[in-house]
């Protein structure tokens, strides 16, 4: 990670906590939207909080080889990051059609107006596919906030002034989510904590026993990956959960049963 992308997301965590905190305090937060990463930063808050918020995650498979093993194809369902659907968002006042016009710059590879000018005076190309957003609603760890890519804008103007300038509208948008930290965030906070696990989130049809056997080559390994979660009953881990696996230090001395 480079030393700008670590202060983006800093500022990030920190604005997120702090909306969080603010939030728990019964000040009115409103969702918002915002990038904290040159060219695109910006913050767009919804003056009216979202109608209704839709999720939608589906899993793909995928065969990749394991050489040195009995069995050198393996198996895997991927989840990818869930669809989110925001509709109802309203936008009033003068700068109505500023926040719209951003919402629309972020979906653009091109880095937006400041884009242009730093490739055009400076010969910078500073991006070339859409930027990391972060959608909030509330704090983070009991309300939303997901690092997303938007994908779909949709934005009907209904209220103009004599001069024709925009003064309300509604907006839907179409996220995809980006797995990183902040998706993690609802989960047991401690569990990742150390250093070298990787972390995985459940597919249709997996079980503790055959992501150890898709990671480790071994199903023996399934009682570590259950210790380490903090899982009672490996039975009942749903698609969908997080689960961190233990690093090669953690394995060297266990003892764990198929």
């Not at 919804?46 to 918020?53: A, I």
């Not at 490739?119 to 009991?142: D, I, S």
């Not at 890519?149 to 995809?176: D, H, Q, W």
């Not at 080559?217 to 233990?246: C, F, H, S």
């Amino acid at each position: 990670m480079s030393i700008g992308m670590a202060v983006s997301a800093g500022a990030n965590l920190g604005i997120g906590a702090a909306i969080g905190i603010a939030a728990v305090a019964g000040a009115r937060v409103p969702a918002s939207l915002r990038c904290t990463t040159l060219p695109n930063i910006g913050f767009v808050l919804f003056d009216f909080n979202p109608k209704e918020l839709t999720f939608n995650r589906s899993s793909s498979t995928s065969t990749r080889s394991t050489a040195g093993r009995t069995n050198n194809n393996t198996t895997k369902t991927v989840p990818t990051g869930s669809k989110i659907t925001i509709g109802g968002v309203i936008f009033e006042g003068w700068d109505t059609k500023l926040r719209c016009d951003t919402l629309l710059t972020w979906m653009s590879p091109d880095a937006g107006f400041l884009g242009q000018l730093l490739k055009t005076v400076a010969g910078l190309n500073l991006k070339t596919q859409p930027p990391e957003l972060t959608f909030q609603w509330g704090p983070p760890m009991v309300g939303f906030m997901y690092s997303v890519k938007m994908t779909g804008c949709t934005i009907k103007y209904n209220r103009f002034t004599s001069a024709g300038i925009p003064v309300r509208a509604e907006v839907s948008m179409n996220l995809t989510e980006i797995p990183t930290l902040l998706g993690s965030l609802p989960q047991n906070p401690t569990s990742g904590g150390v250093i070298g696990r990787s972390r995985h989130v459940v597919g249709d049809g997996e079980s503790l026993q055959s992501i150890s056997m898709t990671t480790y080559g071994t199903p023996a390994l399934w009682r570590k990956i259950a210790e380490v979660n903090g899982i009672q009953d490996p039975a009942r881990v749903r698609p969908g959960t997080t689960v961190y696996l233990p690093n090669a230090d953690e394995l060297v001395n266990n003892k764990g049963g198929s």
